[in-house]
């Protein structure tokens, strides 16, 4: 049977609705439309009611409703749910279930017309997956399915057909069967109008905001620190460091002279854009023999981790008046450790430094990744990346492909599933773990010929709806509101965390991984080893 929709809701707590949700869509029948947690707007004793399932079949409508766990009735009140948790109702499920038909059939109605002239009979059926209710006068058998006759879902087909029968007889004004343009003009009424799902789009909006005012309240304690002169900030991917480094450097640079530095040529030129009107002098490491000579009132280093080496920090120590014992500087470091080049990794340098400054973290909130993406890069690397429960969002997607060709074909229809949800390809980047455009599958896609590379627009204006493709090193200390792992080979991930670990915590809301022969094996491998070693690879 056809359900709407097609997975059920990560919201969906009831053990019972999933059972029912897992029964219906394994039901041979291509003609029936079963609509899982259809809200009622409009009811005569509660202010929003909802009927649990909603079948749209050729002969009827039958609304269903599922009590999970114990089912008490006592003293006239009715109590539902886990034994010690169970919910409390002034009616009965029978007596729910009756007025959520009544309430439907009117809605329903108004959008299509009185169902009765139309010859559309409903009625409902009431399961007790968990339980067996004895008989009483309240109903009558055939509007009801328990443990025995449910049988696990095994007998939820019989039970439908059995509760069809019994309303029929008692709506013989019945047309049947319902022809295919009414059932259809009866779904459209009440998928948008009753259970409208936001689109994809308006949930990355909500996102944004939850995500601002997680960072807003990150802004707090940097007020708290402002009179510390040399501060070793740490927080994983996500946490919010490089906001905080910039606005610290806006903050210092009306007090002196700044210099803002890290690894990433990429980061450099985006941080170049957002700082220049201030005064504030941002180069990448690799530029910075530019200003060897001159002495800066401030010093802030970004990814820290990148730069965490004797030979650097000596570097960094003749650009900062005072040096790095007696200097004001602010050092924005991934406690993770997690870095592209690890072997540049000195933890004698960072021993070195703390004893300098005043450590400060871990940050606590992630300010950039949605729960589920938090969960599965602790899942493969046992990085702490803060915590993001506040901000919820969809599972990672994992793609199963053969190759580069049957990849671009997936990304593709990836791709035409978020424009139906109404984001922009420019909310979209491409992260090629290989970092070759040519042999990238992305080539081969129908987008390629408007995607932009990302190294060409970093730090300009872009505004056109194109998405971006970048390397994995070229992207480190930004963000894209969804992003699509490509070019992953399971040799790649080969004493490769840090590149996961990168790569996974650019995606704000949405994450899309695609899986060539061998990697989702070699991902189960990197989870095993994380719960062996306690959690924690880093």
């Known amino acids: 049977m056809r359900i709407i929709p097609s997975e059920i809701s990560s919201t969906t707590d009831s053990r019972a609705e999933r059972g029912v949700f897992a029964a219906l869509k394994s039901i041979t029948d291509n003609e029936s439309v079963a609509l899982h947690s259809v809200h009622l707007p409009e009811h005569d004793r509660k202010r929003v009611g909802e009927l649990d399932f909603v079948v749209i079949r050729p002969d009827m409508l039958l609304y269903i409703e599922v009590k999970g766990g114990r089912v008490l009735q006592q003293d006239g009140k009715w109590y539902f749910g886990p034994t010690g948790r169970e919910g409390t109702a002034k009616e009965s499920p029978f007596a729910q279930a009756n007025g959520g038909m009544h309430v439907l059939d009117k809605l329903v109605g108004s959008h299509v017309g009185n169902l009765r002239n139309h010859g559309v009979p409903s009625g409902y059926l009431v399961i007790t997956p968990d339980v067996d209710l004895d008989p009483t006068t309240e109903f009558k058998p055939e509007q009801y399915l328990g443990r025995s006759a449910y049988d696990g879902g095994r007998g939820l087909a019989t039970g439908l057909d059995r509760a069809a029968r019994f309303w029929l007889k008692q709506n013989r004004w019945a047309h049947t069967p319902v022809s295919s343009s009414m059932r259809a003009k009866i779904l459209q009424a009440i998928r948008p109008d009753f259970d409208r799902v936001p689109n994809l789009q308006s949930r990355l909006t909500h996102l944004d905001a939850t995500f601002e005012r997680l960072t807003s309240e990150q802004m707090d304690k940097l007020d708290e620190l402002e009179s510390n002169k040399r501060l070793v900030w740490t927080g994983g991917a996500g ?238 200390g930004h963000e894209s509101r969804v992003v699509c792992l490509i070019d992953l080979e399971p040799e790649q991930l080969d004493d490769r965390l840090d590149a996961l670990y990168v790569a996974w915590t650019r995606a704000r809301a949405q994450l899309w991984v695609a899986c060539r022969p061998g990697t989702r094996r070699t991902l189960q491998q990197l989870g095993r080893a994380v719960l062996a070693q306690g959690g924690s690879q880093v």
């Open 239 to 476: 946490t919010g460091k490089t906001f905080l480094g910039a606005e610290a450097a806006r903050r210092k640079s009306v007090r002196g002279s700044v210099l803002f530095t890290c690894e990433s040529t990429t980061l450099a030129t985006h941080l170049t854009g957002l700082l220049a009107d201030h005064g504030i002098t941002v180069l990448p490491f690799e530029r910075i023999d530019e200003v060897l000579g001159r002495r800066f009132d401030h010093l802030i280093v970004d990814e820290a981790q990148d730069l965490m080496s004797y030979t650097s920090l000596d570097t960094l120590d003749r650009l900062v008046e005072g040096g790095l014992a007696d200097g004001q500087w602010i050092f924005m470091l991934d406690q993770n450790n997690q870095v592209l080049t690890p072997e540049t990794y000195d933890p004698e340098a960072l021993k070195y430094l703390l004893d300098l400054g005043m450590v400060v973290g871990p940050m606590k909130w992630n300010c950039r990744n949605t729960t589920q993406i938090v969960k599965q890069v602790q899942r493969y690397t046992g990085a702490n990346l803060g915590v993001a429960s506040e901000a919820e969002g969809a599972p990672v997607r994992y793609e199963e492909v053969h190759d580069a060709h049957s990849e671009a074909t997936a990304l593709d229809a990836y791709m035409n599933d978020l424009a139906q949800e109404g984001v922009s390809p420019r909310d979209v980047t491409l992260l090629s773990a290989s970092g070759d455009w040519e042999s990238s599958s992305a080539r081969l896609s129908q987008r390629a010929a408007k995607t932009e590379r990302f190294t060409e627009i970093v730090g300009t204006t872009h505004t056109k709806h194109r998405p971006t493709w970048s390397s994995i090193a070229d992207f480190k």
